[in-house]
Each structure stands twice: as C-alpha cells, then as structure tokens.
Nanobody, 115 residues
Framework: QVQLVESGGGLVQPGGSLRLSCVAS????????MGWYRQPPGKERELVAS???????NYADSVKGRFTISRDNAKSTVYLQMNSLKPEDTAVYYC?????????WGQGTQVTVSS
C-alpha cells in the first residue's frame, strides 16, 4: 500500500508560479512512474506530466515549456514546478504513483489562478 501526500497548492495571480510536492510512503518495491493529473471544474481528469524512475518525462501539450516535473527517488518525492500560470490551469491537482502493485492517488490539492 502506498500513501501519497501533496502540498504546495494555493491561489496565484496569472503569470505567477507554484511548486507542488508529493511524498510517497508505505510499503512498495518501486515507484515506476510518478506524476500529476488535474481536474478543472466541470471537466474530466487529465494527465499533466509524468516521470519514470529513470528520468524520462512526459507532458501535456498545454503545459509544455511552462511546467517542469522532477523526482527525488531517494526521498520518494515528485515535484511539479509550474511557471507562467494561466487561469485555465485552475484545477485540483492529483499526484499519482504507478508501482508493480498498481496505481495509487493522492487526495488532491487545489490550484487557483486568478487576479
């Protein structure tokens, strides 16, 4: 079982930055992939970015060039640096981890981009 705890969400003005963090704990043999989804109000959940243990990354087209995902494997932590934020980035952001036992989710953290 894996527990994921996110932090770093909040209210920011357009053009601003936020950094999300997600720490994994519990018993697991490998966090093969860690990443972030988001769910804007009234919309379905969508992939934002993912990163493998080996360092390969993947981004949604809408965030390329603005968001950066990184991992600290020793700390079982994944980060999402979000720059040049736009109102359309407003959503609940969910951390996830894919292990040999399955996929696990965090509880979500709200990001609101508004002036």
């Amino acid at each position: 079982q894996v527990q994921l705890v996110e932090s770093g969400g909040g209210l920011v003005q357009p053009g601003g930055s936020l950094r999300l963090s997600c720490v994994a704990s519990g018993r697991f043999f490998g966090l093969n992939v860690m990443g972030w989804y988001r769910q804007p109000p009234g919309k379905e959940r969508e992939l934002v970015a993912s990163a493998t243990t080996g360092g390969s990354t993947n981004y949604a087209d809408s965030v390329k060039g603005r968001f950066t995902i990184s991992r600290d494997n020793a700390k079982s932590t994944v980060y999402l640096q979000m720059n040049s934020l736009k109102p359309e980035d407003t959503a609940v952001y969910y951390c996830y981890a894919h292990t040999f036992a399955g996929r696990y989710w965090g509880q979500g953290t709200q990001v609101t981009v508004s002036s």
